[in-house]
């Protein structure tokens, strides 16, 4: 799988001009975010498998770990559809502002909050909060991004590098996978600092 991967990534950004380089890095992005939210999922719902089970429900430590490796990688996908869709043409690259956006923001971001509290308290019985979870960080991806124009697309793309980085160490943890850990600790940092540069 790696390896066709691999191949697959190399084949694709060969045919793809200099141009055009930052909309497929974000592309690339939001895969990754998509597969942290899946490999979450399944972490979730099949918790015997990945090692997470005790009679009281799942781990609230691994509850916590996946739910944050959910939310910072539907965060990502989703931000990254929008750096694409502004990068390629496909929606203006002018600022869109909602009115109210911070409030709406902060909101979300505190119900992100309350839910991954409420998850790690239920012990992963009720499904229904995982998926409310999943569903309000996909909106929060799309309402962070959409007010920054078009030309500020490089830094969003470093920044969204930097996220993937974190969803990918948080599941790190809920695997067990030290390489994984190591490496998405690695990419979270290095796109922080890389954000901050290109920011100043």
Known sequence: GLGVGGIIGALIAKKIPMTDMPQLIAAFHSLVGMAAVLVAVAAFFSPDSFGIMTEAGIKPFSL??????????????????????????????APIMLPGRHV????????????????????????????????????????????IAGADMPVVISMLNSYSGWAAAALGFTLGNMALIITGALVGSSGAILSYIMCK
Request: aromatic residues 10%; charged residues 5%.
């Open 64 to 93: 916590f770990e996946l739910s944050l490796g959910a939310a910072i990688g539907a965060i990502t996908f989703s931000g990254s559809v929008i750096a694409f869709a502004k990068l390629n043409g496909n929606m203006s690259g």
């Open 104 to 147: 709406i923001n902060l909101a979300l971001a505190l119900a992100t909050a309350a839910l991954i509290g409420m998850l790690m308290k239920s012990g992963g019985s009720d499904p229904m909060l995982f998926w409310v979870l999943v569903g309000i960080t996909f909106v929060l991806g799309f309402l962070l991004i959409i007010p």
